[in-house]
């Protein structure tokens, strides 16, 4: 089992900045990759950006690229999600989400950003 426990979330004005953070625990040895997703309300969840977590290509989607970064704490098995130049529409929960060796999933319990015009 891996848990996976976000922070970070608040409300911010648009144009804000917000910083989440994800720290992993248990079962960890065999992730390969993390990112974050989100869900707006009334819609899918949504892919926001990931990386693997071995080194490679880091990826996001069209609509953050450019304002949002991925980065890592390799000894605290934490990932965070700078966010910037936020906008009303990335109002949403955002989830923290990891991948592993053999096709499993875990997810966190998400973090509401709430973005006001």
């Known amino acids: 089992q891996v848990q996976l426990v976000e922070s970070g979330g608040g409300l911010v004005q648009a144009g804000g900045s917000l910083r989440l953070s994800c720290a992993a625990s248990?079962?960890?040895?065999?992730?390969?990759?993390m990112g974050w997703y989100r869900q707006a309300p009334g819609k899918e969840r949504e892919f926001v950006t990931s990386?693997?977590?071995?080194?490679?290509?880091?990826i996001y989607s069209d609509s953050v690229k450019g304002r949002f970064t991925i980065s890592r704490d390799n000894a605290k098995n934490t990932v965070y999600l700078q966010m910037n130049s936020l906008k009303p529409e990335d109002t949403a929960m955002y989830y923290c989400?990891?991948?592993?060796?053999?096709?499993?999933?875990?997810w966190g319990q998400g973090t509401q950003v709430t973005v006001s015009s």
């Open positions: 248990g079962r960890t040895f065999d992730m390969y990759r």
């Open positions: 989400n990891s991948g592993h060796y053999g096709g499993l999933n875990y």
């Open positions: 990386f693997n977590w071995g080194g490679g290509s880091t």
